[in-house]
């Protein structure tokens, strides 16, 4: 499977984005996909992740509120991105969640695409 990142931009703070991650190849549609964020000189930070329903979503609190996961039924993941803040401003990463356990334990991840970068600018 690859994923593929895209909808990153720089913005103003304030303003929105909608990223899209997309799937090829063997979708593994019946596991829970998730968002991560790098910043410069930070360490990859959980963002939100969902269910193969997409019933089931899970944030972090820095994005709680602001940001809202979603997917539809052809494999394609989004992360809607009100507000932003300077803060935010990271390369962000889709994955898939093979094992169980911790939500933003990023080893439990795999497959992650390329990124797409979100620039928020004060």
């Known amino acids: 499977v690859q994923l593929q990142a895209s909808g990153g931009g720089l913005v103003q703070a304030g303003d929105s984005l909608r990223l899209s991650c997309a799937a090829s190849g063997r979708a593994y549609s019946s596991f829970v996909k998730g968002w991560f964020r790098q910043a410069p000189g930070k360490e990859r930070e959980f963002v939100a992740n969902?269910?193969?329903?997409?019933?089931?979503t899970v944030y972090a609190d820095s994005v709680k509120g602001r940001f809202t996961i979603s997917k539809d039924n052809k494999n394609t993941m989004y992360l809607q991105m009100n507000g932003l803040k300077p803060e935010d401003t990271a390369v962000y990463y889709c994955?898939?969640?093979?094992?169980?356990?911790?939500?933003?334990?990023?080893?439990?991840?795999?497959?992650w695409g390329q990124g797409t970068q979100v620039t928020v600018s004060s």
């Open positions: 994955a898939i969640k093979l094992a169980s356990g911790t939500n933003s334990d990023d080893s439990l991840y795999r497959f």
């Open positions: 969902i269910n193969w329903r997409g019933d089931n």
